[in-house]
Protein backbone atom coordinates (compact mmCIF):
# COMPACT_ATOMS: atom_id res chain seq x y z
CA UNK A 1 0.00 0.00 0.00
CA UNK A 2 1.29 3.71 -1.22
CA UNK A 3 2.11 5.69 2.41
CA UNK A 4 -0.32 8.57 2.53
CA UNK A 5 0.44 12.20 4.10
CA UNK A 6 -2.03 14.68 5.00
CA UNK A 7 -0.41 18.33 4.52
CA UNK A 8 -2.92 20.65 6.76
CA UNK A 9 -2.26 24.25 5.05
CA UNK A 10 -3.92 26.60 6.90
CA UNK A 11 -4.40 29.90 5.83
CA UNK A 12 -6.63 32.76 4.43
CA UNK A 13 -3.99 35.16 3.34
CA UNK A 14 -5.39 34.76 0.04
CA UNK A 15 -8.93 35.85 0.24
CA UNK A 16 -10.49 38.96 2.45
CA UNK A 17 -12.70 36.67 4.31
CA UNK A 18 -11.34 35.06 7.23
CA UNK A 19 -11.80 31.25 8.12
CA UNK A 20 -10.66 29.01 6.08
CA UNK A 21 -7.29 29.53 7.78
CA UNK A 22 -9.05 26.89 10.77
CA UNK A 23 -10.44 24.40 7.73
CA UNK A 24 -7.56 21.79 7.64
CA UNK A 25 -7.08 21.39 11.60
CA UNK A 26 -10.72 20.53 11.34
CA UNK A 27 -11.04 18.27 8.90
CA UNK A 28 -7.90 16.22 10.35
CA UNK A 29 -9.44 16.32 13.95
CA UNK A 30 -11.84 13.58 11.59
CA UNK A 31 -9.49 11.68 10.03
CA UNK A 32 -7.21 9.64 11.99
CA UNK A 33 -4.03 9.81 9.86
CA UNK A 34 -0.76 10.61 9.88
CA UNK A 35 -0.38 14.61 9.05
CA UNK A 36 2.07 18.09 9.08
CA UNK A 37 -0.51 21.05 10.08
CA UNK A 38 1.03 24.50 9.13
CA UNK A 39 -1.15 27.24 10.44
CA UNK A 40 -0.22 31.02 9.32
CA UNK A 41 1.29 33.08 12.18
CA UNK A 42 -1.34 34.22 14.33
CA UNK A 43 0.41 37.76 14.39
CA UNK A 44 0.03 38.71 10.82
CA UNK A 45 -2.21 41.67 10.39
CA UNK A 46 -4.31 40.14 7.30
CA UNK A 47 -4.72 43.17 4.72
CA UNK A 48 -8.09 43.78 4.11
CA UNK A 49 -7.62 46.89 1.68
CA UNK A 50 -8.76 46.17 -1.53
CA UNK A 51 -6.95 49.82 -2.96
CA UNK A 52 -4.34 46.97 -2.79
CA UNK A 53 -4.14 44.32 -5.64
CA UNK A 54 -1.37 42.18 -4.46
CA UNK A 55 -2.72 41.54 -0.63
CA UNK A 56 -0.39 39.75 1.92
CA UNK A 57 1.82 38.99 -1.08
CA UNK A 58 5.16 38.59 1.06
CA UNK A 59 2.72 36.86 3.67
CA UNK A 60 1.04 34.20 0.97
CA UNK A 61 4.74 33.26 -0.38
CA UNK A 62 6.26 32.27 2.84
CA UNK A 63 3.32 30.61 3.73
CA UNK A 64 3.65 28.80 0.28
CA UNK A 65 7.55 28.33 0.23
CA UNK A 66 7.29 26.25 3.55
CA UNK A 67 4.26 24.26 2.44
CA UNK A 68 6.06 23.74 -0.85
CA UNK A 69 9.36 22.49 0.78
CA UNK A 70 7.77 19.98 2.99
CA UNK A 71 5.27 18.28 0.19
CA UNK A 72 8.54 18.20 -2.06
CA UNK A 73 10.82 16.25 0.24
CA UNK A 74 8.07 13.59 1.19
CA UNK A 75 8.00 10.33 -1.15
CA UNK A 76 4.46 9.93 0.55
CA UNK A 77 1.49 10.30 -1.97
CA UNK A 78 0.36 13.69 -0.65
CA UNK A 79 -3.02 15.18 -0.23
CA UNK A 80 -3.05 18.89 0.97
CA UNK A 81 -6.10 20.39 2.59
CA UNK A 82 -6.91 24.37 2.48
CA UNK A 83 -6.61 26.89 3.32
CA UNK A 84 -7.46 29.24 1.30
CA UNK A 85 -7.03 28.14 -2.68
CA UNK A 86 -3.71 30.10 -3.20
CA UNK A 87 -2.18 27.21 -1.47
CA UNK A 88 -2.19 25.28 -4.66
CA UNK A 89 0.42 27.16 -6.10
CA UNK A 90 2.76 25.06 -3.27
CA UNK A 91 1.07 21.93 -3.52
CA UNK A 92 1.19 21.85 -7.32
CA UNK A 93 4.47 23.07 -7.59
CA UNK A 94 6.12 20.75 -5.21
CA UNK A 95 4.04 17.74 -7.00
CA UNK A 96 5.00 18.43 -10.41
CA UNK A 97 9.06 19.03 -9.25
CA UNK A 98 8.50 15.53 -8.14
CA UNK A 99 6.71 13.69 -10.81
CA UNK A 100 8.51 16.39 -13.93
CA UNK A 101 5.30 16.54 -15.96
CA UNK A 102 1.71 16.00 -14.94
CA UNK A 103 -1.40 17.70 -16.45
CA UNK A 104 -3.75 19.72 -14.10
CA UNK A 105 -7.47 19.25 -13.14
CA UNK A 106 -9.07 22.57 -11.34
CA UNK A 107 -12.65 20.67 -9.89
CA UNK A 108 -13.89 24.44 -8.97
CA UNK A 109 -16.62 27.47 -9.51
CA UNK A 110 -13.87 29.81 -10.44
CA UNK A 111 -11.22 29.83 -13.11
CA UNK A 112 -8.70 31.27 -10.58
CA UNK A 113 -7.02 32.85 -13.37
CA UNK A 114 -6.83 36.33 -12.63
CA UNK A 115 -3.02 37.86 -13.12
CA UNK A 116 -1.67 41.08 -10.80
CA UNK A 117 -3.10 43.26 -13.61
CA UNK A 118 -6.73 41.50 -13.96
CA UNK A 119 -7.83 41.09 -10.39
CA UNK A 120 -10.37 43.57 -9.20
CA UNK A 121 -10.37 42.46 -5.38
CA UNK A 122 -6.50 41.42 -4.86
CA UNK A 123 -7.32 38.68 -3.59
CA UNK A 124 -4.47 36.11 -3.81
CA UNK A 125 -6.79 32.86 -4.11
CA UNK A 126 -8.41 34.48 -7.60
CA UNK A 127 -4.89 34.07 -9.25
CA UNK A 128 -3.27 30.81 -8.61
CA UNK A 129 -4.18 28.94 -11.84
CA UNK A 130 -2.76 31.29 -13.81
CA UNK A 131 0.41 31.06 -11.67
CA UNK A 132 0.52 27.12 -12.36
CA UNK A 133 0.36 27.64 -15.59
CA UNK A 134 3.19 29.83 -15.66
CA UNK A 135 1.99 33.69 -15.15
CA UNK A 136 2.19 35.47 -12.28
CA UNK A 137 5.99 35.47 -11.31
CA UNK A 138 6.07 37.20 -8.30
CA UNK A 139 3.46 34.63 -6.43
CA UNK A 140 5.80 31.75 -7.18
CA UNK A 141 9.47 33.07 -6.22
CA UNK A 142 10.24 29.27 -5.70
CA UNK A 143 9.25 28.03 -8.86
CA UNK A 144 11.20 29.81 -11.58
CA UNK A 145 10.84 27.04 -14.37
CA UNK A 146 8.51 24.13 -14.83
CA UNK A 147 5.01 24.61 -15.12
CA UNK A 148 1.53 23.35 -15.94
CA UNK A 149 0.96 22.77 -19.97
CA UNK A 150 -2.03 24.96 -20.37
CA UNK A 151 -2.38 22.27 -23.19
CA UNK A 152 -3.01 19.67 -20.26
CA UNK A 153 -5.14 22.35 -18.02
CA UNK A 154 -8.74 21.21 -17.79
CA UNK A 155 -10.99 23.31 -15.50
CA UNK A 156 -14.20 21.58 -13.90
CA UNK A 157 -17.57 23.12 -12.95
CA UNK A 158 -17.19 26.72 -13.77
CA UNK A 159 -20.03 29.35 -13.29
CA UNK A 160 -19.03 32.27 -12.06
CA UNK A 161 -20.13 34.70 -14.86
CA UNK A 162 -20.21 37.82 -14.23
CA UNK A 163 -19.32 40.92 -15.88
CA UNK A 164 -16.44 41.66 -13.81
CA UNK A 165 -14.78 37.65 -15.36
CA UNK A 166 -14.49 39.37 -18.86
CA UNK A 167 -10.85 39.66 -18.30
CA UNK A 168 -9.56 36.40 -16.38
CA UNK A 169 -12.04 34.68 -19.26
CA UNK A 170 -10.03 36.34 -21.69
CA UNK A 171 -6.90 35.43 -19.97
CA UNK A 172 -7.54 31.65 -19.65
CA UNK A 173 -8.90 31.41 -23.28
CA UNK A 174 -5.47 33.48 -24.44
CA UNK A 175 -3.84 30.51 -22.30
CA UNK A 176 -5.39 27.39 -23.93
CA UNK A 177 -6.55 26.21 -20.98
CA UNK A 178 -10.18 23.55 -21.56
CA UNK A 179 -12.65 25.17 -19.55
CA UNK A 180 -16.24 22.64 -18.66
CA UNK A 181 -18.78 24.29 -17.12
CA UNK A 182 -21.60 23.43 -14.39
CA UNK A 183 -23.29 23.24 -17.33
CA UNK A 184 -21.91 21.27 -19.42
CA UNK A 185 -22.36 18.75 -16.08
CA UNK A 186 -26.02 19.03 -16.02
CA UNK A 187 -25.89 18.52 -20.42
CA UNK A 188 -23.21 15.97 -20.42
CA UNK A 189 -23.31 14.00 -17.40
CA UNK A 190 -20.63 14.41 -14.82
CA UNK A 191 -19.03 11.05 -16.04
CA UNK A 192 -18.49 11.96 -19.59
CA UNK A 193 -16.88 15.39 -18.37
CA UNK A 194 -14.38 13.67 -16.29
CA UNK A 195 -13.81 11.78 -19.17
CA UNK A 196 -13.03 14.19 -21.35
CA UNK A 197 -11.06 15.96 -18.52
CA UNK A 198 -9.06 13.10 -18.33
CA UNK A 199 -7.85 12.19 -21.69
CA UNK A 200 -6.87 16.28 -22.10
CA UNK A 201 -5.02 15.90 -18.40
CA UNK A 202 -3.48 12.56 -19.29
CA UNK A 203 -1.98 13.48 -23.23
CA UNK A 204 1.55 13.15 -23.04
CA UNK A 205 2.52 13.38 -19.39
CA UNK A 206 2.88 11.17 -16.49
CA UNK A 207 -0.49 11.62 -14.25
CA UNK A 208 -2.27 14.36 -12.72
CA UNK A 209 -2.55 16.48 -10.23
CA UNK A 210 -6.22 17.75 -8.90
CA UNK A 211 -7.00 20.27 -7.12
CA UNK A 212 -10.62 20.28 -5.57
CA UNK A 213 -12.58 23.58 -4.92
CA UNK A 214 -15.37 22.98 -2.43
CA UNK A 215 -17.31 25.98 -3.84
CA UNK A 216 -18.12 23.53 -6.89
CA UNK A 217 -20.86 21.90 -4.63
CA UNK A 218 -24.25 23.80 -4.54
CA UNK A 219 -23.77 26.15 -1.44
CA UNK A 220 -27.24 25.34 -0.27
CA UNK A 221 -25.70 21.70 0.41
CA UNK A 222 -22.16 22.65 1.02
CA UNK A 223 -22.18 26.22 3.01
CA UNK A 224 -18.63 26.58 4.56
CA UNK A 225 -16.91 27.85 1.85
CA UNK A 226 -15.86 31.70 1.22
CA UNK A 227 -16.96 32.47 -1.91
CA UNK A 228 -20.22 30.35 -2.58
CA UNK A 229 -21.73 30.36 -6.53
CA UNK A 230 -25.30 29.27 -6.37
CA UNK A 231 -26.41 26.28 -8.63
CA UNK A 232 -23.62 24.27 -7.75
CA UNK A 233 -22.98 20.33 -8.35
CA UNK A 234 -24.64 18.08 -6.28
CA UNK A 235 -23.76 15.47 -3.75
CA UNK A 236 -24.54 12.91 -5.93
CA UNK A 237 -22.18 14.28 -8.99
CA UNK A 238 -19.84 15.10 -6.27
CA UNK A 239 -19.73 11.29 -5.41
CA UNK A 240 -19.47 9.94 -8.88
CA UNK A 241 -16.21 12.96 -9.91
CA UNK A 242 -14.85 11.03 -6.91
CA UNK A 243 -15.93 7.53 -8.55
CA UNK A 244 -14.00 8.27 -11.48
CA UNK A 245 -10.64 9.41 -9.73
CA UNK A 246 -10.76 6.15 -7.99
CA UNK A 247 -11.45 4.65 -10.76
CA UNK A 248 -8.61 5.94 -12.77
CA UNK A 249 -6.12 6.13 -9.36
CA UNK A 250 -2.93 5.31 -11.19
CA UNK A 251 -2.58 8.78 -12.66
CA UNK A 252 -3.05 10.36 -9.47
CA UNK A 253 -0.33 11.90 -8.05
CA UNK A 254 -1.28 14.38 -5.46
CA UNK A 255 -4.39 15.97 -4.52
CA UNK A 256 -5.88 18.88 -2.91
CA UNK A 257 -8.84 20.06 -0.67
CA UNK A 258 -9.44 23.17 -0.48
CA UNK A 259 -11.45 26.20 0.79
CA UNK A 260 -12.93 24.76 3.82
CA UNK A 261 -14.23 27.61 5.73
CA UNK A 262 -15.64 26.38 8.94
CA UNK A 263 -16.78 29.49 9.90
CA UNK A 264 -20.10 29.62 7.62
CA UNK A 265 -20.02 26.06 7.97
CA UNK A 266 -23.73 26.14 10.09
CA UNK A 267 -24.20 22.52 10.60
CA UNK A 268 -20.93 20.72 10.11
CA UNK A 269 -22.71 19.27 6.88
CA UNK A 270 -19.42 20.91 5.19
CA UNK A 271 -17.58 18.99 7.05
CA UNK A 272 -18.52 16.13 6.90
CA UNK A 273 -18.16 15.94 2.68
CA UNK A 274 -14.67 17.23 3.37
CA UNK A 275 -14.43 14.72 5.16
CA UNK A 276 -16.04 11.92 3.19
CA UNK A 277 -14.05 13.14 0.40
CA UNK A 278 -11.00 12.70 1.74
CA UNK A 279 -11.86 9.16 3.36
CA UNK A 280 -12.89 8.48 -0.69
CA UNK A 281 -9.68 8.88 -2.06
CA UNK A 282 -7.56 7.69 0.47
CA UNK A 283 -9.97 4.27 0.84
MN1 LIG B 1 -10.69 28.10 -6.23
Known amino acids: MKKILLIGAGSDLGVDKDGTSLGPKEILKNLKMENVLFEQD ?12 RKNL ?18 AFCITLGGDHTIAIASGFASLEKHKNLGLIWIDAHLDYNTFKTTITGNMHGLPLATLNGLNEDLRPFQKNNFFNPKNTVVVGYRAFEDNAKDEIENIKTMGVTVYTTNDIKELGVHKVMEMAYKIATNNTDGIHISFDLDVIDPLIATGVSVPESNGITLEETGDILEFIKYHEDKLKSFDLVEYNPLNDKDKKTLNIATNIIKKIVE
Open 42 to 53: KDIKKSHDSSDL
Open 58 to 75: KEVNDFNKKVYDKIKEEN
